[in-house]
């Protein structure tokens, strides 16, 4: 089929109709826009109480498009032309159209992609057309198609050949307008209503700090430096509160060397936001506001139907401390529990890997994510995260042992992470240094050393609230999708 298409194609530039030529085609309407346009002349003709005429003008479309149906019947044919907004039937007569053009436009595949000049009317089995007076090869496709009863239904073919998929799954389109929605109006609530300014900071890197994850890295061959791509923009947009802008936001992606699954691609999209004069509850407040209008810019509503279960994401959303969960699921009170040496003995029973490296705030974190996590339908934010899991978070002042930082948890995944930002610089260096223990003890993931960040809250950094949303996560529940690779268009895949 491929070398008939090829074939095809020879002919074609044999006789001077190289499609491959084309450079351009004026198209006036969309698939929908002239569906639209005709109604509603139907519609204003009926309340007027007049009747179509021979004698009425037509209105007059230029469409372009690809073919995805064909049906042949002598000197008549029927085509279906879909473009980006939808489809639309294209009837082409042989004496609708130039003399000796009807024979080419036989030739013509699905797939094909076409120009057509002509007029919009309703057949007489109502569905309203497109009648030809001239169809034009804009670009001719030496591909098959999958045929539309089987589609292209697996996955992994899918994500590689993501084009093909657009084409023939139009409910995929669908999901990646509705992406774009969300993040337009994530920028929109922010910058309007908000008064953060987007900036730009770098993805190439030296030190790859702001989170705890295992970095992709590289060489810079010009200066000799061993660099490494951003895993987080927190450590950068800082600097900018230090600097004196008051609220400052990134939306980008983001780089982790680490596993793949339903849930984690390496190369991601997240947003960072910085609030001067800010805390946790400030940032809490945000995260409400952007999921909400997020799934209200996907779907009208802020309730939002997810593989089968109902999340309602208006605000206000429930609270609970970690060491609350802990105690409801477990019945150890780690509140009462103050040394490591106890919180190793009360966690002996729960199977922890490496328990007698682990501090009780890593105990409290492991035992949270092991036997609570899963259970956070949520939308829900925990608090009370242990300084030793909070290397950038204040503490909270009531209990020193955790720090003034949240999670916010939708169907058992984490979509959020934010805390009233530590601006003390004797306290972020030691914490600093303490990550850099856990690295030598094999820890690959542990915080590096960042002297100029450290540096600049010397220079001074008011209060602010911090505040990281993992966008590719919050589009999956608002378009429904079951993997994170449904709402990336091009996710990175092993090579065949």
Known sequence: MRQIRREKLTALRESGRDPFLAECFEVTHKSTVAVRDFEAREREREEAGLAETPDDEPIRVQIAGRIMANRHMGKASFIDVADSEGKIQVYVRKDGIPDGE???????????????????????????????????????????????????????????????????NPEVREVFKKRALVIREIRRYLEEDEGFLDVDTPILTIIAGGANARPFETHHNTLDIDMKLRISNELFLKRLIV????????????????????????????????????????????????????????????????????????????????????????????DAIDTDEEAREAAKPYDLENIRSLTRGHIIAELFEKYCEDGLDGPVFVTGHPVEISPLSKRDPEDPRITRRFEAYVNCWEIANGFSELNDPIDQLQRFKEQQAAATRGDDEAHPMDEDFVNALEVGMPPTGGLGIGIDRLVMLVTDAPSIRDIILFPTMKPL
Do not use: C
Request: glycine share 8%; net charge negative.
């Open 243 to 334: 600097g004196g802008f008051d609220r400052v936001y990134e939306m980008g992606k983001m780089f982790r060397n680490e596993g793949m699954d339903r849930n984690h691609n390496p190369e991601f999209t997240s947003m960072e936001l910085y609030q001067a004069y800010g805390q946790m509850e400030d940032v809490m407040r945000l995260t409400e506001e952007v999921a909400s209008r997020a799934a209200i810019a996907a779907n009208g509503t802020a309730v939002i139907e997810y593989q089968g279960k109902t999340f309602d994401l208006n605000p206000p959303w429930a609270r609970v401390r970690m060491q609350d969960l802990v105690k409801e699921k477990l019945g150890v009170d780690f």
């Open 102 to 168: 009807y024979d080419v436009f036989l030739t013509y595949d699905i797939g094909d992609i076409v120009g057509v000049r002509g007029s919009v009317f309703r057949t007489r089995h109502g569905e309203i057309s497109v009648k030809a007076e001239e169809v034009e090869l804009l670009a001719k496709s030496l591909q098959i198609l999958p045929n539309k009863w089987q589609g292209l239904k697996d996955p992994d073919l899918r994500y590689r050949q993501r084009y093909v998929d657009l084409i023939v």
